[in-house]
Structures are given as C-alpha cells and as structure tokens.
C-alpha cells in the first residue's frame, strides 16, 4: 500500500493531527515518514542566491523536525526528516518527487472564504501538482503537541 509517506510540518500546533494520524497508518502499512517542514522567510528564500547563513528561524525549524522525527524513530517508526527552503508549495511538490513518496499528508485549517482563498494555496497547489495521493486532515483547534 504506501511504503514513503511524506508529512507536512508547518511547526504548529496543527502538527498534533496530522502526526497522530500518520503514525497509525504507518504501523499499519509499516511504512517510511519523511516530515518535510518548509522555511518561508526571507533570508529562506533568498538563501542561495545571496549565500545567506540560516536564519533563527530556520534554526529552529531545524531543531523542530530533528526533535520529532528522533521522538518517532524512539517509537518505533523509521523516520527522516527535510528541511526546504522558500515557496512551500513548491518544495513539498519537489521533495515528494526527489523522495520517491507514494503519499502526502498534510494539515488543514478550514478557512472558508476570502481566507481559503489566501491560506489554502498550499494545498491547492500541492494536491494538483502531484501525481500521488494526498491526504488532507482537518486540524484540531485544541491540538497543543504532536503524538505519536
């Protein structure tokens, strides 16, 4: 069924639904978690063509995804971790296809509206960007932590 599943990690509180989810599925089919988290910032997205260092931000992005994906790993769960740079669309469609994933999950919020329209770009783009199946979750609005 899925054996590479690509899961995006905005580092938020929107991160505990779709972990929690994930990791069911993956001990179900004993598949493979790549938690991909995208900087978006300006020194992000300008980080090669101006040879910048890594922002604060980025920083902690990194720390992020190092420290989730070792809380996976300790549960059991084979799991690798990217961390992309600009246009966050872009670099999930882009790391799905340089991973070889066979799902993507990701987190919703439930705009609606005039906000859909501006925060659901990401999605938008992704889900019709890409060959393989994605999975969109519904964010809780009292998620605090991811779980696994």
Known sequence: ????????IEHSAADATIVEHVCQLARLTHAELILVHVADGWAARH?????LR?????RDDREYLEALAARLLAEGLPTQWRLGRGDPAAEIVRISRAEGVDLIAMATHGHRGI????????VNKVRHDVSVPVLLLRAKSSASTPQG
Do not use: Q
């Not at 906000?115 to 990401?122: A, P, S, V």
């Open 54 to 58: 890594e922002s604060e931000e980025m």
């Open 47 to 51: 980080f090669d063509e101006l040879a």
């Open 115 to 122: 906000n859909d329209l501006i925060r659901g770009t990401t």
């Open 1 to 8: 069924m899925y054996t590479r599943i690509l899961v995006a």
